[in-house]
């Protein structure tokens, strides 16, 4: 096997742990509500909880890559990741539950994007739309027999397990890094920025945290936190202009590309990071599925991705980035809004088939979005192209979760007793954010990212 294929999917090994963990959870995430004495509602803290360490924590690990050489806090990441995830299953209250799962999102902080740091470095750039499709192919394994496992493991067992079976998949992954994987060390390092990391982490912590709060805290609580995050995020930005090595490089944004897959691109990623939690959960508490159930539905999703992964390159080399963004953004989007016309009674294959295409177009549609990302930016860019991508678009899973749990709250008849109906208000409003998008993708010329896409250049 080729050096450049094997590459990919050994980095993969560290999104299946990711994947197989955070879908067969979301699965499991009433009956784990159940045996802590919780309202499903408030577990949801359980998953933001771990995209927002990883979103806090991200910026460091570009600099610690580069400091230190990527494959060596590749590889130390993943065991933590895996000590982190046996612990999560001794968690006995919600308190150390929501604490484990942000060690989790720590080290997952460093294992994610290092893995693709190590990805773009050591791949062309005529190369790379394949490379990232195949390191996402394995990947697509934890979302489909995660939601499955999940259900089956808690229904038959305990939830506990659930974070027990990344233990071999963390241990094969540390081995194949360190057998088949370069060391990639940076010259000229430049200081750690202490404090744009204590701003930017506390920031962009305290503005989803108030979101979350809002829902559970009463007074001004929840808005004072929000305007002290907001606060932090725009001294940020005037830090971030004054020093020379920033630790977010926020002139990344005037790469017309680049900015494309940050902003718009961001507001499609919180829209589709609503429905892991969403479906699940109307699912179960809605529905009155069973988890294994629930699992079948929810897993139809990451088959219909698994397809598409294969031929993406060829979808982008037949139409370019610029169609497939607008267009494929517009298809992902109404298959995501269908979903509020789920009822009780909907037979279950339609809804299978509904999320099976959906999860098509999604796949397309974030294949496309990672590739594009890179279309401009020079190499030396790398890491801080990488670290910004990640740390987007885990703030923007972070939102959506967060964006729809207020929408169950608001429309549900006690706040905690969730009904079809409040679901469906959800499922027509994330349909709606990631419909946005396509108009910002409108703008971009016909040639834009052509060589990634393997076409002519032409504008």
């Given at each position: ?111 994610v994007p290092v893995g693709r740091i190590i990805l773009v470095r050591s791949i062309p750039k005529a ?223 339609i809804m299978i088939a509904v999320v099976m295409c959906g999860g098509v177009f999604r796949s397309l ?30 703030l923007a899973m972070s939102l959506g979760i967060a964006f729809a749990a207020v929408i169950l709250h ?50």
């Amino acid at each position: 096997m080729q050096p450049r294929v094997l590459v990919p999917l050994i980095i993969s090994s560290s999104l299946l742990m990711q994947n197989l963990d955070s879908t067969a959870l979301v699965t499991a995430l009433p009956l784990i509500a159940q045996s802590l004495g919780e309202p499903p509602l408030r577990l949801h803290m359980a998953i933001t909880a771990y995209m927002l360490a990883f979103a806090a924590f991200l910026p460091l690990s570009g600099w610690l890559a580069d400091r230190f050489g990527a494959r060596k806090i590749f590889r130390l990441s993943m065991l933590l990741f895996t000590v982190a995830s046996i612990l999560c299953g001794f968690a006995q209250t919600y308190e150390q539950r929501v604490g484990l799962r942000m060690a989790q999102g720590l080290s997952g902080a460093m294992m994610v994007p290092v893995g693709r740091i190590i990805l773009v470095r050591s791949i062309p750039k005529a190369e790379l739309v394949g490379a990232i499709a195949l390191m996402g192919m394995p990947s697509i394994i934890g979302p489909v027999i995660g939601p499955l496992l999940g259900g089956f493991i808690a229904s038959t067992w305990s939830w506990r397990w659930i974070f027990w079976i990344n233990v071999p998949i963390g241990l094969i992954g540390v081995f194949l890094v360190s057998r088949y994987i370069d060391e990639l060390i940076e010259d000229n390092v430049p200081p750690f920025d202490w404090t744009g990391f204590i701003l930017l982490g506390f920031g962009l912590g305290a503005v989803v945290l108030a979101l979350e709060a809002w829902m559970h805290w009463s007074g001004m609580a929840p808005a004072v936190l929000f305007a002290a995050g907001m606060g932090a995020l725009i001294a940020y930005y005037f830090h971030s202009r004054a020093v020379t090595a920033p630790i977010l490089d926020l002139t990344l944004i005037r790469i017309r590309t680049f900015r494309a897959t940050m902003l718009p691109g961001t507001l499609f990623r919180i829209g589709v990071g609503a429905n892991p939690f969403l479906l699940p959960m109307m699912l179960q508490t809605g529905f009155g599925y069973s988890p294994v159930q629930s699992g079948i539905v929810t897993c139809a999703s990451a088959i219909g991705a698994f397809g598409m992964r294969a031929i993406a390159k060829r979808v982008l080399r037949a139409f370019g980035f610029r169609n497939v963004l607008v267009w494929n953004g517009l298809i992902a989007a109404a298959f995501l809004a269908i979903c509020a016309l789920f009822r009780p009674q909907t037979p279950q294959i339609i809804m299978i088939a509904v999320v099976m295409c959906g999860g098509v177009f999604r796949s397309l549609q974030f294949t496309s979005l990672n590739a594009f990302a890179y279309a401009d930016v020079a190499d030396k860019q790398m890491s801080q192209a990488t670290t910004f991508q990640q740390m987007a678009q885990r703030l923007a899973m972070s939102l959506g979760i967060a964006f729809a749990a207020v929408i169950l709250h608001l429309f549900s008849p006690s706040g905690d007793q969730l009904t079809p109906e409040a679901f469906a208000i959800a499922y027509a409003a994330i349909g709606v954010i990631c419909a946005l998008p396509s108009l910002a993708f409108l703008r971009l010329y016909p040639g834009d990212g052509a060589l990634l896409a393997g076409r002519p250049e032409k504008h």
